[in-house]
């Protein structure tokens, strides 16, 4: 059974840069073919799908956040990581990591994030 959690701080100055990381138990991110991915629902709003990293390290991300996003990964740890920079109130959302790239079959239970001074 594969696991996910997200940590992280759930307040975020705007102008600030928002990071997460995603802990994952149960299996491996390196394992082929799998991708996991950063998704995050705004309050009132439907689920983004932000970027991912696959079991490579290729990263992919949505056009319309590429600017100001990174994922990472450490391997070591077993672990991903999200960041996006100038973060403004706009990004203030739910937070979740979870396993693939345009369906998911394990999710972490998310992380909110406020941004606010």
């Known amino acids: 059974q594969v696991q996910l959690q997200e940590s992280g701080p759930g307040l975020v100055k705007p102008s600030q840069t928002l990071s997460l990381t995603c802990t994952v138990s149960?299996?491996?991110?390196?394992?082929?073919?799998?991708?996991w991915s950063w998704i995050r629902q705004p309050p009132g709003k439907g689920l983004e799908w932000m970027g991912a990293?696959?079991?490579?390290?290729?990263?992919y991300y949505s056009p319309s956040l590429k600017s100001h996003t990174s994922i990472s990964r450490d391997t070591s740890k077993n672990q991903f990581s999200l960041q996006l920079s100038s973060v403004t109130p706009e990004d203030t959302a739910v937070y979740y990591c979870?396993?693939?790239?345009?369906?998911?079959?394990?999710w972490g239970q998310g992380t909110q994030v406020t941004v606010s001074s």
């Open positions: 979870a396993r693939g790239f345009s369906s998911y079959d394990y």
């Open positions: 990293i696959a079991y490579d390290g290729s990263t």
């Open positions: 149960g299996g491996s991110i390196t394992t082929s073919y799998y991708y």
